[in-house]
């Protein structure tokens, strides 16, 4: 499987963005997806995951609630909506994938990663 992120950029704060991730490869369905980032001197952060289904979701406790995460199975395609952006969301957002199950909330847990897009929120 190999990921490919998409949509980030410098905005504002309070502006909104929406980050694309495409997965090539068969079984696209049979994979949970997941959004990290990480920004300078920090570690990775756990954004949000998706079942292989779309049905479940879990979000960081940093942005729930300003963040969502969908897919479309049909397109191989995953999505995070990204709202209400303050500086400290500023950093490399990266997608991941992990062979079946739901709930991965641990980078590790995820088989394949993207190589990341860049999102610089300026206040």
């Known amino acids: 499987v190999q990921l490919v992120e998409s949509g980030g950029g410098s905005v504002r704060a309070g502006d909104s963005l929406r980050l694309s991730c495409a997965a090539s490869?068969?079984?696209?369905?049979?994979?949970?997806m997941g959004w990290f980032r990480q920004a300078p001197g920090k570690e990775r952060e756990f954004l949000g995951t998706?079942?292989?289904?779309?049905?479940?979701?879990h979000y960081g406790d940093s942005v729930k609630g300003r963040f969502t995460i969908s897919r479309d199975n049909a397109k191989n395609m995953v999505y995070l909506q990204l709202n209400n952006l303050n500086a400290d969301d500023s950093g490399i957002y990266y997608c991941?994938?992990?062979?079946?199950?739901?709930?991965?909330?641990?980078?590790?847990?995820?088989?394949?990663w993207g190589q990341g897009t860049q999102v610089t929120v300026s206040t």
């Open positions: 998706i079942s292989m289904n779309g049905g479940v979701t």
């Open positions: 991941a994938t992990r062979y079946v199950g739901s709930g991965w909330t641990v980078g590790s847990e995820y088989d394949h």
């Open positions: 490869g068969r079984s696209f369905s049979l994979h949970a």
